[in-house]
Every structure is written in structure tokens, then in C-alpha cells.
């Protein structure tokens, strides 16, 4: 996919590609601009903030007229900029979770907690993470609504890939957006992957989100991984599919006693051929890995079933 920093999709609505680690079409975030300021859902991370500056001006909008930011969750690929944002936007505010807004106001558990993943990559990945002052967070929960200008965003409690994610509907346009509970998808293939990182990954609660997103007949996702999507029904249906499909696949290999880099790198190897058999081409596939890493897919995985087994075994 080439570089296009932004791309109308309505007439208030722009695709904002953050080009992150220099590859196109894998993190985006999403400008709605309004009369009075301009909102922008997901920040993306440290590291892509002068792609983003880049994609705001690609829009014709001031970035100085932005004044919400809305995140569907707080992992850094989607949160990690708004500190330093809301410094740089004086009137802006925060739109998040109250189960993620502790940990933006103080943000040392999340990061070192990201550290422990990331290693030495963490700056290069991730950049700057700044703690957002508590005056200028915005709780937002089920039911909540999010006045952008020209439309108005519902907040749905859509936990199962994180306790603190939301997902945006816009009931009158018929379309969500999304965050990672709606798969991550790349490229023009068909392959719908469900991120599936630790610490709290719950398939049993992201089914039921899913069906929530499904039995609001949207006509449209938008995705920050990557853009909108019509097919919706069979997008619901894909990543539901390969949610249950990986948990199997990962239980069994756990249970013969594989080891977690074993079974990462059979995976990233599985998830390629997947990629290829959905219409997608080898970039894609790089891509996914670069957005949603197998061994991060196993150790999330690894971590529910875990947890899933001793809940059974309490109950027993």
C-alpha cells in the first residue's frame, strides 16, 4: 500500500494513516472535523505524532482546532500520544474508559508493564508517553454520548481484547469505530485477525461484544487497523471464526507441552498462509506481524487459558 496520509471517507470524516515504523496502512486514527473543533478518535503512539501533524494539515484542518480526543482503549498503539497531545492542545480533552483514565493520569503500571514486553524496542515503537492531567480527562462509559459536530457517538462497553475498551457508534450513519475489538484487517484480503494480547484477553466477553456490534445491523466499521469496512456480517463472522480457531489451536499445542516461542513461531508461519489464502500478498502478512505480533498472540492466549482453567477448576 503506498503512503496517502489522509483520506475523506465522509464529508466530516478523514482516514488518518500514521505510517507507523514506516509502513503504511497498519495504525490509523480518524478525524471528525465540527464547527466549533475538531475530533480525532485514537492518537496513535509517541512515535507517530509528525505523521500525524502530517495527515491533520493532508485534511485542509488546523491541528490547533482539535479538541477531543477520543481512545477506545489505552494500549499504546491507540493512547499512547494523548499526553503529549492534550500539552500541545491546550483545550482539548480526553474521552476514556474510566478503567483506562487511572492509568493515563498515572501511567506507570501501563508503561512498565510495556517495558517488560517491549524491551529495548519500547522508545523505537512506542516514542514519548506523557501522563494526562486528571482536570482534562472525560469519563466515558456504556450508554455515554460524544457530541463531534456534525454527529454523535454512543459509547458501547466492548470488553474481551481489553477490560477498558469502548467501541463509537453513530447510530444515525449506522457506523462504529471499532478499536482492536473489531479485528485487526489489512490491505484488500479478506483476513480478519483478532489481536489477542496480555493481560486481558477474554474470548468468552468478546464474542458477546461482537454480537453486540452484529445485532446493531451497521452498515460500515471503521477499523484503526486499518479504514472501513461494508462487509460487516462477514467480518463479525471472520474474526469470531479465528478467535475460537486460535484458542483451540493454542490449547492443544500448550497442553502437548510446547513452549511459547515454538508455538509463536508455528503461529506467525500459520497466520501467513492464512493471509495469502484470503487474497491478501506477503506485504500484508508482514504487516499483520508488525501490528499484532505472534508471540504477543500466544502469550495473551496463554495467559487466558490459564486463567480459564483455573476458574473451572475452582468452580469443579
Known sequence: MSYVPARQVEHDLWLLDLNFQGTPGVVGAYLLKGPDGHTLIETGPGSTLPALRTAVAATGAHFEDIRQLVVTHIHLDHAGACGTLLRQLPEAKLFVHPRGASHMIEPARLLASAQRIYGENMHRLWGDFEAVPQDRVVIV?????????????????????????????????????????????????????????????DVDAWHCSADRLRALRLRALDLTHFGRRFDVAAHLDALSYNLDAWVGWSAARLAAGADAAAIAAELKQKRARDVLACGGTPQDAVAYELVTASRMSVDGLARYLAKHRVLHEQVA
Open 141 to 201: 462509559d456504556e450508554g455515554d454520548e460524544v457530541d463531534t459536530g456534525f454527529r454523535t457517538l454512543k459509547a458501547l462497553y466492548t470488553p474481551g481484547h481489553a477490560t477498558h475498551h469502548l467501541a463509537f457508534v453513530d447510530e444515525e450513519a449506522r457506523t462504529a469505530f471499532t478499536g482492536d475489538v473489531g479485528g485487526v484487517r489489512l490491505g484488500h484480503g479478506g483476513y480478519v485477525r483478532p489481536p489477542t494480547p496480555p493481560p486481558d484477553v
